[in-house]
């Protein structure tokens, strides 16, 4: 697809989603409390509007390195501009290169997850990757919290008969939509939070956890972050017969991220049936690795595999899109907690 046909249509999709933020924003009702204000800017038509976008076969599968992804971080970083969230530094983009070394049998490329701004001696050709990074300033400017969620996905394989592009709905459009959504709510909520929250989203994790290693490995307040949380495939269900299930990782150093969330179920009524697991060390499966590897307390949203994962079927209409409201909503409550309680 032509480059320029391909830039008007995100030009045209962007104004339009957009206008949708903006409609949901200001429709907004009062509330009696600063957190509920956040809570009602949560909803499914924002979801919805984000996640068609991000699976449209126009973004070619998000492949970091390549055109859809370098398309998906600009959208994203408009919204965040749009809502008045702040860039982490002087802009929203922290740019990072990796390497492939050779294409796959079905004309896949695979990175190096050690060749972060290394040249090795035997790979070829650098991509060109970079994480989008949002800042809501809190009032103790030395203490952070981060959410966040990868962006990329796995691009189009050629080789396919069929559907080539894998659009990753799930995987993982319904994480960052969770995390553009609970930006809002901070806002929405009307009060300053006690310590930095970042929103953050990864490129490259698809191809080893690429853009949350980079940000870990040269950041230069990491002692200073307090908690993160991660969203990773948070829009289908495991079980048909368990529409509300959702798998709960926590750090289980920290057991009041498990009360937290019961808590919350019982206050505010939230639709959902946790499988809470808590995880000694947990370093695995996603971007929240990056983090628990350098003693930084985590949870994790996701809703377990299914058979579209990594797969071109994962498409949006297969989505259950009350669970991802339901959870954005859960895991605002968590991020207001980690953001303004004392400790944890």
Request: proline share 4%.
């Amino acid at each position: 697809m032509d480059d320029c046909f391909l830039n008007l249509i995100y030009i045209m999709k962007k104004n339009i989603l957009l206008l949708s933020f903006l409609c949901n924003f200001s429709l907004l009702l009062s509330a009696q409390t600063n957190v509920e204000k956040g809570l009602q800017s949560i909803n499914r038509s924002s979801a919805e509007a984000t996640i068609n976008f991000l699976a449209s076969d126009e973004l070619q599968g998000r492949e970091a390195g390549f055109h859809g992804s370098r398309v998906t971080s600009e959208y994203i970083a408009s919204l965040l501009q749009w809502m008045g969230v702040s860039p982490l530094a002087d802009s929203y983009f922290q740019p990072f290169d990796a390497y492939r070394k050779e294409r796959q049998k079905k004309g896949r490329l695979e990175v190096h997850p050690d060749s972060i701004a290394k040249l090795k001696q035997e790979v070829h050709q650098k991509l060109s990757m970079r994480n989008v990074l949002g800042m809501i300033p809190g009032k103790n400017t030395k203490e952070y919290v981060i959410v966040g969620a990868h962006f990329d996905h796995l691009g189009i394989d050629p080789a396919l008969d069929g559907d080539q592009i894998y659009n990753g709905a799930d995987d993982n459009a319904s994480g960052v939509s969770a995390v553009l959504q609970i930006a809002r709510a901070f806002l929405a909520s009307g009060q300053q939070p006690e310590r930095n929250v970042i929103f953050a989203f990864w490129d490259g994790e698809e191809k080893g956890l690429l853009g949350s290693k980079y940000f870990v490995q040269t950041c230069s307040f990491l002692s200073q972050i307090k908690g993160y949380l991660n969203f990773d495939m948070i829009g289908r269900n495991n079980k048909p017969q368990q529409p509300k299930q959702v798998v709960y990782f926590y750090t289980s150093a920290h057991p009041v991220f498990g009360d937290w969330l019961k808590e919350d179920i019982r206050k505010y009524g939230l639709q959902l049936e946790p499988d809470y697991r808590a995880w000694e060390n947990p370093i695995g499966g996603s971007d929240n690795g990056s983090f628990a590897k350098v003693g930084i307390p985590i949870i994790w949203y996701h809703t377990d595999g299914h058979p579209d994962y990594h797969q071109p079927s994962d498409h949006a209409d297969r989505l259950n899109w009350d669970k991802i409201v339901e959870i954005t909503k859960a895991s605002f409550l968590n991020m207001w907690k980690m953001a303004n309680e004392k400790s944890f």
